[in-house]
């Protein structure tokens, strides 16, 4: 069926957000104009004032509508400990697990020289600046393990060999009630390397 042509363009963009299809894109282009004129306007100016007023944090890149996010702000959190990631996103990932109270430092991507994105290219000359800054500071790696994270995590270690600074990253193993046979063998591989002695 041949959708009107400003609904195909309103269904286009709705396939554009991640995880949607053509059939759900279609369902929500259609509920969208089942929307009262009031909230249309109210879902357009929205959305123009999130792409307009959020930007990155100056401290750690992180997303926020101020120039500095609420984690760097909050004085409860343990500075001395930097979570690093690729994107904002894992951000709220961590927030939501409410296990973590150190800071973060998004990188905005990861090195990728088939790409031609090389150091200059993420935020790591702040994440420099932060760490000297510090007492001991201590860096998580959270980068996930391709050939980019590691290449990332690799350069990171390089820079800050020379510093007083301790830097450890996720575990990757075997997920809790997984079934071995199911695992891809990078699962597996992690899993080896990263073992730890049982406690008597």
Request: with cysteine; aromatic share 6%.
């Amino acid at each position: 069926m041949k959708y009107p042509a400003d609904l195909e363009r309103l269904i286009s963009y709705y396939k554009k957000l991640p995880g949607i299809g053509e059939r759900s894109a279609e369902r929500l282009a259609i509920a969208t104009l089942e929307f009262k004129d009031e909230e249309i306007k109210e879902f357009s100016e929205t959305l123009i004032n999130a792409k307009e007023k959020l930007g990155r944090c100056t401290i750690c890149g992180h997303i926020t509508d101020e120039e500095k996010c609420q984690i760097c702000l909050d004085e409860e959190r343990n500075k001395n400990i930097i979570c690093v990631i690729e994107d904002y996103k894992s951000v709220f990932s961590f927030e939501k697990s409410g296990k973590f109270n150190g800071t973060y430092h998004v990188l905005n991507g990861l090195i990728s020289p088939i790409d031609d994105i090389g150091p200059e290219d993420i935020n790591i000359s702040t994440l420099i600046n932060r760490v000297e800054n510090l007492d001991k500071p201590e860096l998580i790696l959270a980068l996930k393990p391709t050939i980019e994270g590691e290449a990332t995590t690799l350069y990171i270690k390089k820079i800050l060999e020379n510093k007083d600074v301790t830097i450890s990253r996720l575990s990757y193993g075997i997920p809790i009630g997984a079934e071995i046979d199911y695992l891809d063998n990078v699962t597996l591989e992690k899993a080896l390397e990263d073992r730890k002695k049982i406690s008597e």
